[in-house]
């Protein structure tokens, strides 16, 4: 796990928890339940990778590659940034029922798309999301490695999904950003990045929004308009 998926995954932990904050006290059970998880300093943690993947875009290569290995994982490499109902199908016939979507980099879908897994809550308190000390943060990294999601959803292969940690009726959701502009000795960057997490659903539509974080991952990154 590198620099830009432990950013991308402590924004996401920081945005629920300000969410949880916000949301308005309802009565009866539904609010209940959320003091008590806000009290016991329990959150729902979005699980998302943003990497930093070397991708050759175009060529005579297909759309996108599945491979389902022996141990049951399996990898899916992205040529063009195409069909993306497709790999959701193709998926689908390897019993992996997921929501892809595409974007350019420096958009993303909004927040709020769909519920967060039992397997991703974590007793991480705010303070520790946004604390700077070292030990706290290798603390918060370590504890993210073993999120549900975490687990589902890995940088490895292209972007590699491992059934056995999905439970009956979650959803793989991922979102995959391009770079529209090959990168070039010149012109360094990433071909694509990605986010992933698991849901129970159901997932809204993607509702796209600008993401300036894109273009400030480190050295790699080009810059914005590139």
């Known amino acids: 796990m590198n620099d830009t998926f432990e950013d991308r995954l402590l924004?996401?932990?920081?945005?629920?928890?300000?969410?949880?904050?916000?949301?308005p006290h309802a009565s009866?059970?539904?609010s209940l339940r959320t003091r008590m998880l806000t009290g016991t300093g329990v959150v729902a943690a979005a699980a998302?990778?943003?990497?930093?993947?070397?991708?050759?875009?175009?060529g005579q290569a297909p759309a996108y590659a599945l491979t389902q290995h022996a141990d049951g994982s399996i990898s899916l490499q992205i040529n063009e940034f195409r069909d993306p109902d497709q790999v959701e199908r193709d998926l689908a016939r390897l019993g992996v029922q997921a929501d892809i979507s595409?974007?350019?980099?420096?958009?993303?879908?909004?927040d709020g798309r769909a519920p967060f897994v039992a397997g991703d809550r974590t007793?991480?308190?705010?303070?520790e999301l946004e604390s700077q000390d070292p030990a706290v943060q290798a603390r918060v990294r370590r504890?993210?490695?073993?999120?549900?999601?975490s687990?589902?959803?890995q940088p490895k292969?292209?972007?590699?999904i491992r059934p056995k940690f999905i439970r009956p009726g979650q959803i793989v959701m991922i979102e995959v950003v391009e770079n529209a502009r090959k990168p070039t000795t010149e012109h360094p960057g990433v071909a694509f990045q990605f986010s992933g997490r698991l849901t129970d659903g159901p997932v809204k539509p993607c509702r796209v929004i600008d993401d300036p974080s894109a273009f400030d991952i480190g050295t790699a990154t080009p810059p914005p308009g590139s």
């Open 11 to 23: 924004a996401e932990l920081k945005a629920e928890m300000a969410a949880r904050e916000a949301r």
């Open 28 to 30: 009866g059970r539904r």
């Open 48 to 58: 998302a990778a943003a990497v930093a993947l070397p991708l050759v875009i175009g």
């Open 102 to 110: 595409y974007l350019p980099l420096g958009k993303r879908c909004a």
């Open 123 to 127: 007793s991480l308190t705010k303070e």
């Open 143 to 149: 504890v993210t490695e073993n999120l549900a999601s």
């Open 151 to 153: 687990k589902a959803i």
């Open 157 to 160: 292969n292209g972007i590699t």
